[in-house]
């Protein structure tokens, strides 16, 4: 059977007619657009696999009424049923189950090679929307051209996963006279809610891959690299290639020349471009200070500067920061992004000596049940005592943004909100200066709300106050989240104390070391509950930090500012069974699966913890307890549902039932033994 001849020649001429005849600036396979666009091209992986070399068929820039640049990404192919392949959810395939690119499809089909395009673009440049077009055909049995056409819109607002826009049969719509209408379209696609989450699970399962490959490629052939050393290296990486749009460019790994000259060398190049992001992000001149000297330890050693065959070795590991992550954080994730880069960071190192063996960080998912749990709207203060990576004060600016957006239908207010919430309601204290780094960049990346993380201890130093700008004013918290060190007394509840004392309204929502609940913590319980009242307990699931910790956590509730009476209900809730499955493999594409409606679980625990015993749907009454404490008891607050041992009728009718069972048995065994005994 002879081979199908590829039409993809005629395609090309036929579509780039269109174009030449629209007047417009096209450039070709092998033609320069920019040099930031042309760089990103060639540093991505290509369609193979390979290192770099992507070429669009045909590429142009085009400026919409406002003066912005969109890029326009052009594929070709020349065979029937190739313009795209679509996963079973409808979504651009280019990545396998395993979230391993998918070079076949990225390869064989017109618009997954254009949204592959698109997406090293978003990964290594300041651009964020793109228009990744897919052109396919053949000719029919008369030998008439017939082709098809798929526009997407890949872009930071969906994770670079790429939206279809409209059916087109030509490129008419790239006319200037047509493009801002064009755009407008563009602007109405929205993602729902359902397809976010699921869009930011994938990312974060990429993410989780990334880090691994990141790590280890770091610990085995990186030499002479403290733990320390390596999470300044890669905050550093990331806020130098950042940038700020208008303000400050990107570094980009060009710019670094690996020379020996003095203020010149690699580690001065990125100091200055974090300087420079610095000053422009309006932070306290003391924690930009402590920011720039807490790096440039780092950064200016010889060592790590040195020359080594025409490269430093602080220019090998920017490139692999900028190449494994830059797609993630340029993107704009609203994930804890570096809580899941400091456990990466330090599973691969041995530190049991080390005391930040006792920083054990709250997976996401967690975080955002305790910003719901201490019921987190626009209008809350939030704050955290040991806040770690600031990870649960994401969540909750998270869940305050979603908030505001839901009530505020003007978008000009929203901004304003929005603006409000990351600089004047969120405040964390982190004690441990290289987590506090981490804390600082979290909050940058997140949205900026990094104004009011302190690098203070929260028991010792704090009164209450903002750390910047209102520094006379108390924070007006209402609304406290924590996961602190099991080390401090009481497991942690001396956070928990001081933070609660200092509230006079509110709810808070803590997980600790279930043992503060039993035993361990009764003098802070005891005083926690003489101005605050114990709403529930929630035991979580033994292997809910599998890899970092095996002990059995509960979540606490509070409600503040009012004395927890005798009479006061506690619910109880036996959580173990969440609904994920979690692992720990080293080498899997995925160590948490949801296999028994866990989101379902989680939105359920939220609403009997504030509704009570009438949102009971999944879990039942053996998971669910309302019961009693003693307020001057301290070690009542790990209840379980009490068991019933009261015998019923049924349970005597089945006792009876397998009594006869069990003798008409033996009677029928020994009939057959007199049988056989007999020769019958």
């Known amino acids: ?63 919409d009424k406002n003066m912005v640049d969109y890029p326009i990404l052009i594929e070709y192919k020349g065979y029937k049923d190739k ?24 390869n064989s089909y017109a618009v997954n090679g254009a949204v592959h395009y698109a997406n090293a673009l978003l990964h290594y440049t300041s651009y964020t929307d793109i228009i990744a077009i897919g052109m396919t055909g053949y000719k029919n049995d ?10 997407y819109y890949v872009s930071k607002s969906n994770f670079g996963i790429g939206q279809k826009i409209d059916d087109y049969t030509d490129f008419s719509f790239l006319k200037k006279s047509n493009f801002d209408s064009f755009l407008e379209k563009v602007k109405r696609l929205r993602l729902s809610q359902e397809e976010i989450e ?9 993410i989780t891959a990334s880090l691994v490959k990141l790590n280890n490629d770091i610990y085995q052939n990186e030499k002479g690299l403290s733990e320390r050393d390596r999470v300044y290296l890669v905050a550093a990486s990331i806020i130098a290639s950042l940038g700020v749009p208008g303000k400050v460019a990107a570094l980009e790994k060009q710019e670094l020349k690996s020379s020996t000259e003095e203020g010149n060398r690699d580690g001065d190049i990125i100091l200055r471009k974090i300087k420079a992001f610095l000053n422009e992000k309006n932070l306290p001149s003391e924690k930009r200070d402590l920011i720039v000297r807490t790096l440039q330890n780092t950064l200016t050693t010889d060592n790590i500067n040195k020359v080594d065959n025409g490269e430093s070795q602080l220019k090998r590991v920017f490139t692999k920061i900028v190449d494994d992550l830059g797609i993630y954080y340029k ?14 960071m330090y599973s691969w190192l041995g530190f049991s000596q080390d005391k930040l063996n006792d920083v054990v960080l ?43 957006k839901e009530k505020i239908k003007s978008p000009d207010a929203f901004l304003r909100k929005s603006a409000e919430i990351k600089a004047n309601q969120l405040l964390g204290l982190e004690i441990l200066s290289e987590v506090y780094m981490l804390a600082i960049l979290n909050m940058i990346l997140m949205g900026d709300g990094s104004s009011n993380i302190l690098n203070k201890d929260s028991l010792k130093e704090f009164n209450g106050n903002y750390g910047f700008g209102k520094t006379d004013e108390k924070f007006p918290a209402d609304a406290f989240v924590l996961n602190p060190p099991y080390s401090a007394p009481g497991n942690g509840m001396i956070f928990v104390e001081k933070a609660l004392s200092m509230m006079s309204k509110g709810y808070a929502a803590i997980i600790i070391q279930n043992s503060a609940g039993s035993g361990k913590a009764i003098e802070y319980n005891k005083k926690i509950l003489k101005h ?11 292997d809910l930090f599998i890899g970092k910790s095996s002990v059995q956590t509960n979540v606490y509730v509070f409600r503040v500012g009012e004395a927890h009476q005798q009479d006061d209900v506690v619910k109880f809730i036996d959580f173990s069974n969440d609904g994920y499955t979690r692992t720990n493999r080293k080498k899997a594409s995925c160590n948490l699966r949801d296999t028994d409606r866990a989101k379902e679980r989680y939105q359920e625990l939220v609403d009997l913890v504030r509704f009570g015993r009438s949102k009971l749907n999944i879990f039942t009454e053996k998971e669910y307890y309302e019961g009693k404490i003693d307020p001057n008891n301290g070690a009542d607050w790990n209840q379980t549902a009490p068991i019933d041992t009261k015998p019923t009728l049924e349970d005597f009718k089945k006792t009876v039932s397998d009594y006869l069972a069990w003798e008409v048995s033996n009677l029928l065994k020994k009939q057959n033994t007199e049988d056989d005994r007999l020769g019958k």
């Open 1 to 63: 059977m002879a081979k199908i001849q590829s039409v993809e020649p005629i395609i090309a001429d036929l579509a780039n007619g269109w174009l030449k005849s629209y007047k417009l600036d096209y450039k070709l396979e092998q033609e320069s657009l920019n040099t930031e666009i042309d760089q990103a091209l060639n540093d991505y992986y290509s369609k193979n696999g390979g290192a770099g070399g992507n070429r669009p068929d045909a590429k142009l820039l085009l400026r």
């Open 83 to 106: 313009l795209v392949m679509l996963d079973a959810e409808g979504k651009v395939a280019n990545k396998k189950s395993n979230n391993q690119p998918d070079f076949k499809n990225i």
């Open 142 to 151: 008369s030998e008439k051209l017939e082709y098809e056409i798929g526009v």
């Open 198 to 206: 699921k869009l930011k699970e994938q990312r974060e399962q990429e």
């Open 331 to 344: 993107i704009g994730l609203s994930t804890d992004f570096t809580g899941k880069l400091f456990n990466e």
């Open 362 to 404: 709250t997976p996401s998912y967690v975080a955002t049940l305790l910003a719901r749990l201490a019921r987190v709207n626009k209008d809350s203060y939030v704050w955290d005592f040991a806040t770690g990576s600031a990870g649960l004060l994401v969540a909750a600016m998270n869940e305050m943004l979603n908030d505001a």
């Open 532 to 542: 605050s009242t114990l709403l529930a307990s929630i035991k979580m699931p033994i």
